[in-house]
């Protein structure tokens, strides 16, 4: 594990203010990790309360994105932050606009769960055993890029870029899948797209998974490894020792 | 019934991430222990990191050494400072920075206690030479300070001084072109031209630094070496200035020492960071500000200690 040092400043606002950027950035983290979680047991088990929850805590995710894009636009202006501190802020922001497309994709798996409620609830379990299992993996790689980012942790935010390779082909083979469902039986395609439309949101969830764990690498390292496939990044890495 | 369910969203926000904190805190404080002290760390540097040396070399000092009596104040400083280059040295107060920047023009003459070993060299020339004679020295390495020092001239005189001693030129035709082209390049020009016989002394901070600096240019130097140009004066005066380096640089060669980190930033190609004598890190400046390689370097450019 790396250590940045932000509470090592001569001036210990300035430290607050980092500490607090990061704070705000984890507990919007804990919040948008409810919420996946949230939207893909609404789809389980077919519970459209649950759903309408997580449709209103969305609003809640976009007002802690404004407030923390406001508290790092502040930090910029006071402190002109170079190096690592720079880097954390720019991360902050990225990583804050990541979370809340997490959330933004939550949003739409809980749309999913009450339109397959409406049309008729968990008559057909087609589709379910993708969903929960790429549902893991997504929940589990959204919960290790913000274990990186609070430790500092490189190896795990490249575990998570592994991850999401991962999840990126569990998705595709779902897809062929549910396409072969849908031409044995066309009367469930209303059924399987709505599964379809979850699982793109948790690939796409995925991704940005993928997006926070590169910024912690650029936090750290200050290498940016957007784009670059992981043995290019564990190359790079390697290089520097 | 939105807050009661935000409520209860909260605390469990905050509990993933009191728990997250919970392990960082205890690697971090295994990590603090390590630790060495900046001083131990700068009395152990043996070797710059970064890219201290240049292609096509103005200035190249090798293996430099400033003594103040028993006081050590520079230790083995080797830099190139590439031609038509701005390269910026920062570093706290005391770390050698200026010291080190006039031994480039060999201002440490003046002081008796002070020995300069090792070399520099301009342009391959050995500016320690015994036999060289530091005026022309001077005019080729051209100085600004800390707090401007104009002469109790008039503003012609000052910057027509430097042209006139060295024998520069001799017809008055030529002399006032040289004094408006060194004002104008200055940036000086608009605001004097009308009142070039008032005295320097009488013009505003701003205005007497920039005049400071027409007096350098008027002879043509190589190099131009600034000490803290900006230190007393305001953000515009101060923005002025830091334009009038950006344009210089495409004639000059130029070496500021500077307190603000941000200016560093953004007049400077390169970056060389001193710590207790030692020139710890030299490196592009957009690499020094975001991503340094030294921990000294991202410590003090970070406000880190004191």
């Not at chain 1, 969305?58 to 170079?82: F, M, S, W, Y």
């Not at chain 1, 057909?124 to 430790?151: M, T």
């Not at chain 2, 509990?15 to 900046?38: D, F, G, H, L, Y």
């Not at chain 2, 500077?258 to 030299?282: C, N, P």
């Amino acid at each position: 594990m790396e250590n940045l040092h932000i509470d090592q400043h001569i001036s210990r606002q300035f430290n607050t203010d980092l500490e607090h950027l990061r704070e705000h950035l984890l507990e919007m983290g804990g919040l948008v990790e409810e919420q996946v979680a949230d939207a893909v047991r609404a789809i389980e088990s077919a519970d459209s309360e649950l759903a309408e929850k997580v449709l209103r805590t969305e609003d809640e995710i976009d007002r802690r994105e404004v407030a923390l894009d406001e508290e790092c636009t502040l930090v910029l202006a006071r402190r002109q932050p170079a190096a690592s501190d720079l880097r954390l802020v720019l991360m902050v922001t990225k990583a804050n606009r990541d979370l809340e497309r997490m959330g933004d994709e939550a949003d739409k798996i809980a749309h999913m769960a009450i339109a397959l409620n409406d049309a008729g609830g968990a008559t057909s379990p087609r589709g379910f055993v993708e969903l929960r299992h790429i549902g893991n993996s997504v929940q589990a790689l959204v919960h290790q890029s913000l274990d990186a980012f609070a430790r500092f942790d490189v190896q795990t935010a490249i575990e998570v870029v592994k991850g999401d390779k991962q999840v990126d082909r569990d998705y595709g083979s779902a897809m062929r899948e549910l396409a072969t469902y849908m031409m044995e039986d066309p009367r469930s395609i209303t059924r399987v797209m709505n599964i379809i439309w979850a699982l793109r949101s948790l690939e796409r969830i995925g991704d940005h998974a993928r997006n926070i764990a590169e910024h912690v690498i650029y936090l750290v390292h200050g290498m940016d490894v957007r784009h670059t496939s992981v043995g290019e990044i564990e190359a790079q890495l390697e290089e520097r020792e | 019934m939105q807050d009661t369910v935000i409520e209860s969203k909260a605390p469990t926000a905050k509990a993933v991430q009191a728990e997250r904190t919970k392990k960082t805190t205890k690697t971090e404080s295994n990590a603090m222990n390590a630790k060495r002290s900046p001083t131990e760390i700068a009395e152990s540097i043996t070797e710059t990191v970064g890219k201290p040396l240049a292609q096509n070399a103005k200035l190249a000092m090798r293996d430099v050494n400033v003594y103040y009596d028993q006081k050590q104040a520079v230790f083995d400083v080797n830099l190139d400072i590439a031609e038509n280059q701005v390269v910026a040295l920062i570093g706290p107060s005391g770390c050698g920075k200026s010291t080190f920047l006039r031994c480039l023009n060999r201002m440490n003459d003046t002081i008796d206690i002070c020995r300069v070993a090792g070399s520099i060299q301009l342009d391959g020339m050995d500016i320690y030479d015994s036999k060289l004679d530091v005026v022309p020295l001077r005019a080729r390495v051209g100085m600004v300070f800390q707090k401007p020092n104009p002469f109790p001239k008039s503003i012609y005189d000052n910057v027509a001084y430097g042209p006139r001693i060295h024998g520069l030129v001799n017809r008055r035709a030529d002399l006032d072109e040289v004094v408006e082209s060194s004002l104008r390049k200055a940036g000086l020009w608009e605001e004097v031209k009308d009142r070039l016989e008032s005295p320097g002394t009488g013009l505003s901070g701003g205005q007497q630094q920039r005049l400071c600096i027409a007096r350098t240019i008027a002879v043509s130097p190589e190099v131009i070496l600034m000490d803290e140009p900006c230190s007393a004066l305001d953000p515009i005066a101060t923005a002025k200035i830091e334009e009038l380096i950006a344009e210089l640089s495409q004639n000059f060669t130029i070496a500021i020492v500077t307190h603000s980190m941000q200016q560093a930033a953004r007049v400077s190609h390169r970056t060389a960071y001193f710590h207790l004598g030692r020139l710890v890190e030299v490196n592009e400046t957009e690499k020094v500000f975001t991503n340094p390689d030294h921990e000294l370097t991202e410590a003090y450019i970070t406000g880190r200690f004191g």
